[in-house]
Structures are given as C-alpha cells and as structure tokens.
C-alpha cells in the first residue's frame, strides 16, 4: 500500500458524459501527478500539480482539467468523453515540486470505461 | 525528447531461474532511471532507482539494477525468481531536472512458470 487513495476504483459511463477522478496523496506530500495507461498509447504524463498550482502538463487533452485542492487532494475532471479515453488512470504523489530525485508513489488507479 | 525502449513485450520463465529485463533509454545527458512493478489489477510499485553514484542499485524485492552509460541501459535482473514476481515491470526516465515528467518504457510482461 502506497498511501495514496483514488476513488473510484471502477466508473463506466456513456460517450459526450463528464467525470471526475478523485486522488488523495499520502501524508505529507505536496505534489500530485495524473497518469493515462492505455493498450494503445502506454503509460503517458497528464499533469503535476505542487501545493495547489500546475506545475507541468504532459500529453492532457483539451477536454481534459485538473486541479488540486488546499487540503491538497486533487480531481481529474474528464468532458464530453469518447471511446478513446477508456484508460486506467493513476495519481502519484510526491514529497517535494517534483525535483528529480523526488520518487513518485503511485495509487491502484482508477479504470474508466467509456460506452 | 526523451524516450525509453524495453525491447521485450514478453517473457515467461521457470520458478528459481534468473531473470533480466531490458531498458535502453535516449537522453541527452543522464537521466534518473526507476523500474516499477504492476502486478495485476494493482498499481505501480516502486523497485529500484538510480540517481547517481555506484552503477549497482540495489531495490526491493531481491531485485537489482545496473546503469551501463556507454550503453545507455539500465537492466533489471533477479537471481532467482518466484511465482509472486509474475507482474508487468516497467522502466522510467526522468531529466535530472526541476519540473521532470516520468517517461515510461511500454513495459514487459513477466510469467513465471513452475
């Protein structure tokens, strides 16, 4: 158990739909990251958020926002969903602005299935 | 840009025997290198990382890494493997860098027979 909490574990839903993904990190870290694992494109970067503000975006699509939270859990907001985005999605945290040396500790994801 | 290659999508190997992993990664200068663990239905686990420092890494698990910078490989090994080793591994490269994004290799898949 990496101390890193994601909810749901499971969401199905329907194309042109909007849902959120929810992340917590473990205690003590401020930087959160979002990941896509799909059979097509591999594991890619999303976003990295430290203490509440974007730090980096990778390969997140328009329809795609995140945010992070004073409490420092954060969401993954996904609109107007198609078949393509069926994906596992993970959060990883980190203690420091992502640095690195800074090693990145992942959760058990959150597999979304778009009907 | 940064990319990393694991050349085998697949291996299947016999409980106690060795394993290695491939990882060749292109990078301008040298990059951390991590290797993680997905075993099914799970997420990604931490094994081994290297920053700097002695070429050998030692990780958890009783696996071991080496970096060979002429090579540009980073090659995960286990002497003796057991049926619980049985996951997806996958190697990642960051810039030694601020702000650094994880690139992920495609990952191998690991069966282990009896």
């Known amino acids: 158990d990496s101390g890193v909490t994601q909810t749901p574990k499971h969401l199905i839903t329907a194309t042109g739909q909007r849902v959120t993904l929810r992340c917590s990190p473990r205690?003590?870290?401020?930087?959160v990251y979002w990941y896509q694992q799909s059979l097509d494109q591999g594991l890619q970067f999303l976003i990295h958020?430290?203490?509440?503000?974007?730090?980096a975006k990778g390969n997140i699509l328009e329809r795609f926002s995140a945010q992070q939270f004073p409490d420092l859990h954060s969401e993954l907001n996904l609109s107007s969903l198609e078949l393509g985005d069926s994906a596992l999605y993970f959060c990883?945290?980190?203690?420091?602005?992502?640095?690195?040396?800074?090693?990145?500790?992942f959760g058990p994801g959150t597999r979304l299935t778009v009907l | 840009a940064q990319s990393v290659t694991q050349p085998d999508i697949h291996i299947t190997v016999s409980e106690g025997a060795s394993l290695e992993l491939r990882c060749n990664y292109s990078?301008?200068?040298?990059?951390?290198l991590f290797w993680y663990v997905q075993s099914p239905g799970q997420g990604l686990q931490l094994l081994l990382k290297?920053?700097?420092?002695?070429?050998l890494v030692q990780g958890i698990k009783g696996f071991e890494a080496e970096f060979k910078r002429s090579q540009s490989s980073f090659n995960l090994r286990k002497p003796s493997v057991h049926w619980s080793d049985a996951a997806e591994y996958f190697c990642?490269?960051?810039?030694?860098?601020?702000?650094?994004?994880?690139?992920f290799g495609a990952g191998t898949t690991v069966t282990v027979r009896a």
């Open positions: 990883a945290s980190s203690v420091g602005a992502g640095a690195g040396t800074d090693t990145q500790y």
């Open positions: 205690s003590g870290d401020l930087s």
């Open positions: 958020y430290y203490n509440g503000e974007e730090r």
């Open positions: 990078y301008g200068a040298t990059p951390y």
């Open positions: 290297y920053f700097s420092g002695d070429t």
């Open positions: 990642a490269v960051g810039p030694p860098s601020n702000d650094y994004k994880l690139s």
